[in-house]
């Protein structure tokens, strides 16, 4: 059991310029999800799925972003046109589906917009 | 109403003592109740879950759960400097996502 991965693990990036980071989740579980964390906060949810369909999207997650998880396994977070209040650790989760689906967390993509 | 809120401290504590962290949470409904521990820099990583009233030990940590008082809290027996940390309270509705509070940092003082 390798954990949950993540890539990159660190994005700086122009204002405008698109980004996408890659969660590989452990490998037996089917749920994925994507958080994001601003300093002195908790992260805050933006979007999961179960094996390929995406079934929640948080409001946070405007129209400049998307994920994707095409095969069941890995998935990626997509932002556009990026902005600097998009800066922020970008957490991957996975849990199996049981009753009460803890969550464990990969080490995140922290992400500078300059 | 934020859905879980935390006390972000700083809680400091003497090495060798208890420290105790509590959250409450807003919905009546939630199911599931988790603690994470963070570094500075470093992602949330999992301590412990509860899901029924009472306490629910685990080595030197200890979550607690009233429901009828909507709190929960962790402590923690014993405390090492390498015990400080924030400490996330999380919170399952049963909608799939977590509902984290603010964190409270803790420093164990040797």
């Known amino acids: 059991d390798t954990g949950v991965s993540q890539d990159p693990r660190h994005k700086i990036t122009k204002r405008g310029q698109n980004v996408t980071f890659r969660c590989d989740p452990i490998s037996e579980h089917n749920r994925l999800y994507w958080y994001r964390q601003t300093l002195g906060q908790g992260p805050e949810f933006l979007t999961y799925f179960q094996n390929e369909a995406q079934l929640e999207k948080s409001r946070l997650l405007s129209d400049r972003f998307s994920a994707e998880r095409p095969k069941g396994s890995f998935s990626t977070l997509e932002i556009q046109r990026t902005e600097q209040g998009d800066s922020a650790m970008y957490l991957c989760?996975?849990?199996?589906?049981?009753?009460?689906?803890?969550?464990?967390f990969g080490p995140g993509t922290r992400l500078t917009v300059t | 109403q934020k859905e879980v809120e935390q006390n972000s401290g700083p809680l400091s504590v003497p090495e060798g003592a208890i420290a105790s962290l509590n959250c409450t949470y807003s919905?009546?409904?939630?199911?599931?109740f988790f603690w994470y521990r963070q570094y500075s820099g470093k992602s949330p990583e999992l301590i412990m879950f509860?899901?029924?009233?009472g306490d629910k030990e685990d080595g030197r940590f200890t979550a607690q759960l009233n429901k009828a008082s909507q709190y929960v809290s962790l402590l923690i027996r014993d405390s090492q400097p390498s015990d400080s940390a924030t400490y996330l309270c999380a919170v399952n509705k049963g909608a799939n996502n977590l509902f984290f509070g603010t964190g409270t940092r803790l420093t164990v003082i040797p």
């Open positions: 919905d009546r409904g939630s199911q599931s």
């Open positions: 989760a996975s849990s199996e589906q049981g009753a009460y689906y803890e969550q464990y």
């Open positions: 509860i899901y029924s009233n």
